[in-house]
């Protein structure tokens, strides 16, 4: 947007001495006639922008014009580029560089920005999540049906939805939208979503109301079970649930849960192999003793 455009050119010329007209076009990704216009826009606004001719000629912003700069300090200027780069992580596009540029001071600043903190929001699976997050991005502007295949626990399905929005949790990205199957507002994971498809077809967006947006975070626990797990094991279990998510007793390391899925409840007990016990519930233990079985079975 030229907006946009207009913002950064601002910018970069505000935290450099001078530049091109060739260099701002290169930089913002358009055409030399453009970044002429783009100037005389910037000068009809009052910001004093000199043009000079010869080989030491360029663009530049008269000596002395300051910007307000108690509008973001460095820490809060920190904490959005710091969000930025995680989202360049999963992001092919040239937008998210351009703007860290647009946002990050001048080297001679009081506070540099060094690195302190890094986000990587991507996955193995980077170059196709990228390519995923990028078309589901495009169907949410353009209001276009998207379809793909599921796979989950029962084998794998075709779906289409109306996206709505994405969201990074639990480790993963999810895609929220209208289920035409279900005729309701799903979730979906996007590494287990795959030949995903943009559409022909529109959608008008339909009100989503806070429950709805917020259903699949509000978790119902049915079930509980309890464990004693070998003390080797204590880092895992911190990492997974915490400091205090344990008892510490002569025999070993005393953990009750409470889930909903007991799948992966089960897969990340066997994950342990025997350094832990089941002590309850019966059928929790009589399900481990059975996949246990036929795991001997299977290499006997």
């Known amino acids: 947007m030229k907006i946009?455009?207009?913002?950064?050119?601002?910018?970069?010329?505000?935290?450099n001495?001078?530049?091109?007209?060739?260099?701002?076009?290169?930089?913002?990704?358009v055409s030399h006639r453009t970044i002429l216009r783009d100037i005389d826009s910037l000068?009809?606004?009052?910001i004093p922008i000199v043009t000079t001719q010869g080989n030491n000629g360029g663009i530049?912003?008269?000596?002395?014009?300051?910007l307000d700069k108690s509008v973001l300090t460095i820490d809060e200027l920190q904490n959005i580029i710091i969000g930025l780069k995680g989202l360049g992580s999963v992001s092919?596009?040239?937008?998210?560089?351009?703007?860290?540029?647009?946002?990050?001071p001048r080297g001679d600043a009081i506070v540099s920005l060094h690195d302190h903190?890094?986000?990587?929001?991507s996955s193995y699976y980077k170059d196709s999540l990228s390519e995923k997050i990028k078309l589901i991005k495009q169907a949410i502007t353009e209001r276009r049906l998207i379809e793909f295949d599921y796979y989950y626990a029962k084998g794998k399905v075709s779906r289409k939805i109306e996206p709505y929005f994405m969201q990074f949790k639990w480790t993963s990205w999810y895609v929220f939208g209208w289920c035409c199957e279900r005729e309701n507002f799903r979730l979906f994971k996007l590494n287990?979503?795959?030949q995903l498809q943009l559409t022909d077809e529109y959608f008008l967006a339909r009100p989503i109301s806070v429950d709805d947006a917020n259903k699949d975070?509000?978790?119902s626990e049915p079930y509980e079970a309890s464990f004693l797990f070998d003390k080797s094991v204590r880092f895992r279990l911190i990492e997974d649930y915490g400091l205090n998510c344990y008892t510490e007793t002569d025999e070993g390391l005393y953990l009750k849960l409470n889930y909903t899925n007991r799948d992966y409840i089960i897969s990340w007990i066997l994950g342990f192999g025997d350094k832990v016990t089941v002590l309850e519930p019966q059928d929790f233990k009589d399900e481990i003793k059975k996949i246990a079985k036929n795991i001997f079975d299977k290499y006997s």
Request: no cysteine.
């Open 60 to 66: 530049s912003i008269m000596s002395g014009y300051k």
């Open 17 to 29: 001495d001078k530049s091109t007209a060739q260099e701002l076009a290169r930089r913002f990704e």
């Open 92 to 104: 092919k596009t040239s937008n998210i560089e351009q703007l860290i540029q647009k946002m990050s």
């Open 4 to 15: 946009d455009r207009l913002i950064g050119i601002l910018t970069f010329l505000l935290q």
């Open 217 to 219: 975070m509000e978790f």
């Open 43 to 46: 000068t009809l606004a009052g």
């Open 192 to 194: 287990r979503l795959w």
């Open 117 to 121: 903190i890094f986000i990587d929001l």
